[in-house]
């Protein structure tokens, strides 16, 4: 009957795969071939101690007929070749076997050759995985408008994560498979015969489990994403303390309280706020309603992003970019502006950012800046 085991370690580390193949032959496993780049066939047998040896091939699934009479003259049988026709795969036939190498130098010539041609192999596929994750997020870029809509709608994070972890992996796996045989190649060239006993490295093994648990990870953040995203209309109750009122600043709102909505996502949360008698306006693009106070706050997960959202806001905000800085305000970071219709203010305090639109007479905002650290404080 036949199965098939996952191989415990790099393929490209001969000495670790040729113990491995000699062990499984120990419990009774013979080895049949292989199956793709990370199984090895077997077929169960009775319990052998056999030698296996692994020879760099030159391309061809197999040895040419003169070249296998010879390595069976000294007492080698072949048996399979390894994925991409790299390796090929002998065993002993006779209790005393010449080995197949005894010159250091000339072994490294050969695992040389099988060094390039792995990079030439999977070096590009690597790279073209890595433009790939590359152009995701530049395309990604584009396509979101700024970190103030990633905070509201953060699901393009998971897409890009998804790239980041196949290119991390498929490039680990690459680099796992480099190593040994490049530590092979050093020790050859510096005279130092192969050991074909060694004690396996498994980075294979640890590959697996370190794709597992990233992929665990991605899948909790996604998760957590979709778990964590709400939308909500806000009450008069559920305005309090999240923004400074028209009576505060001096305005009467006719008796329109305050109302907005309210968003929470894995980033952060945000509330959005107006209060006081809404205005149609005739804008090029149709009707647009304007509220005599819009108030929005942002309380921010990570902090290191509350200066890139300030800045963004300033700069796309209504006249913002022109605002003037405030300073000895206590806060991190203050910005104020007035036209000939309003005020703006814009806050930042830690992870917490406060955007204010203020259109008709108000008091001057910059004499409220102790009730904006109140509502930025929370």
Known sequence: MFGFTNLPC??????AVETWLAEQERKGKRFVGFSGAQDAK??????????????????????????????????????AASFHDDLWVFRACRPDPVPIHTDPETQAIACRQLQ????????????????????????????????????????????????????????????????????????LKAGIPMEHTVRRRCHRRYWRWAFLAVVAVYLGAGLCTLRQYEYAALSAGDCAGKYVT??????????????????????????????GEPVREDTEYGYTTRWPVFTRLYRLRF????????????QNADAMADGVQLT?????????????????????????????????????????????????QG
């Not at 790099?10 to 000495?15: H, N, W």
């Open 116 to 187: 390039k041609r792995l990079v030439r192999r999977t070096v590009p596929y690597v790279l073209l995985l890595a433009v790939l994750g590359a152009l995701n997020v530049w395309l990604w870029g584009r396509q979101t408008a700024g970190l103030a809509e990633l905070v509201e709608r953060p699901y393009p994070l998971l897409n890009t994560a998804y790239w980041l972890v196949y290119v991390l992996f498929f490039g680990g796996i690459a680099v796992a498979d480099l190593l040994p045989l490049g530590r092979l190649v050093r020790s």
């Open 10 to 15: 790099s393929l490209y580390d001969l000495p």
């Open 303 to 314: 902090s290191a992003m509350a200066s890139p959202l300030l800045t963004e806001l300033r």
């Open 246 to 275: 028209m009576e505060t600043l001096g305005m009467d709102n006719g008796g329109y309280g305050p109302e907005g909505h309210y968003q929470r996502s894995v980033l952060g949360e945000i509330w959005n706020v107006r209060e």
């Open 42 to 79: 077997f077929e169960d047998g009775e319990p052998r101690n056999e030698v296996y040896r692994l020879e760099p091939s030159d391309g061809n699934r197999r040895p040419d007929p003169e070249q296998e009479e010879l390595f069976r003259a000294a007492g080698w049988e072949y048996r």
């Open 328 to 376: 000895d305000t206590g806060l991190d970071e203050s910005w104020y502006a007035r036209t000939d219709d309003g005020q703006s203010i814009l806050l930042q305090d830690g992870g917490a950012v406060l955007y204010m639109r203020v259109s008709g007479e108000a008091e001057d905002l910059r004499d409220h800046l102790q009730d904006f650290a109140a509502v930025l």
